[in-house]
């Protein structure tokens, strides 16, 4: 079945960095176009960013555009999330997205926390 398991959130001060991880399985991830979201509390799940199957071209939210890069290693069915120069504003449960012709499918979450 569809795994999807991220990892490396934490508790991290203003300007500080990240990285985080999705580790996919039980489908073809080579083919896959995957996805960032996050849900901060009492808010809407939002894109953070995505990435084509090759990595080809990438998408991001406005709000991180410039401090954040998603990236994917096919070898290892892995996504990730670099994120730089964090704020407040981060703070949020992240989520790891893929979604089949028929179906989403999303991660347990990881909680990034932004604080001093």
């Known amino acids: 079945q569809v795994q999807l398991v991220e990892s490396g959130g934490g508790l991290v001060q203003p300007g500080g960095s990240l990285r985080l991880s999705c580790a996919a399985s039980?489908?073809?991830?080579?083919?896959?176009?995957m996805s960032w979201y996050r849900q901060a509390p009492g808010k809407e799940r939002e894109l953070v960013a995505g990435i084509t199957s090759t990595g080809g071209s990438r998408n991001y939210a406005d709000s991180v555009k410039g401090r954040f890069t998603i990236s994917r290693d096919n070898a290892k069915n892995t996504v990730y999330l670099q994120m730089n120069s964090l704020k407040p504003a981060d703070t949020a449960v992240y989520f790891c997205?893929?979604?089949?012709?028929?179906?989403?499918?999303w991660g347990q979450g990881t909680q990034v926390t932004v604080s001093s």
């Open positions: 997205r893929w979604s089949s012709w028929s179906n989403v499918y």
């Open positions: 039980g489908f073809t991830f080579s083919t896959a176009a």
